[in-house]
């Protein structure tokens, strides 16, 4: 079975420019997170989907960010518009269940605001 | 407030030599699930072990073992022997119940080099 594809893998982008993210998740799994990841920051949860729905957006930054889950397939996270300090490693991850705590991750996408 | 502290920044060791991961966390929940994830140099977080607050059993897997003590708050994680392909950032984790949502709290990971 594949397992959580994110793309693309880097994205150098200019300030003030829009960002997508994107995600596909394993097949199955009820739930979609998406992450983020700095030297000062460490791991921090932005937002999460049960069944396609956001449940908790508590910890999406500012307005600038927004993310959608069209389907059980896709979602995208994106930044609108960006800048420098949104520099970080995003992740993806998905799970079954609630609490299972077992999540899969994606392999990142290095976002670089110039 | 952290609610997962890992002390060590970094740790170094030479093959075969064993290293301890500690992990203390802080929760008021009676009912509640640690874990520990793997980041390898390729960048993706690997999930290795949960353990709920009612099981307090030590686990081994391998050269993988974690001790869990609810007295301490602890949930430290040993590879014994260890080897090159170790070498990865180490990630606990905890799950909190009481408010129904579905979060891990994350540490600020402990950097493992084990040098050939």
Redesign the interface.
Known sequence: DAGVIQSPRHEVTEMGQEVTLRCKPISGHDYLFWYRQTMMRGLELLIYFNNNVPIDDSGMPEDRFSAKMPNASFSTLKIQPSEPRDSAVYFCASSLGAFDGKLFFGSGTQLSVL | AQKVTQAQTEISVVEKEDVTLDCVYETRDTTY?L?W?KQPP??????LI?RNSFDEQNEISGRYSWNFQKSTSSFNFTITASQVVDSAVY?C?L?E?SSN????S????TTVTVRA
């Open positions: 699930y874990f994830y390729s960048g993706e977080l690997v999930f949960r990630f984790a799950s119940t949502d579905y979060k891990l994350f540490g600020a990971g």
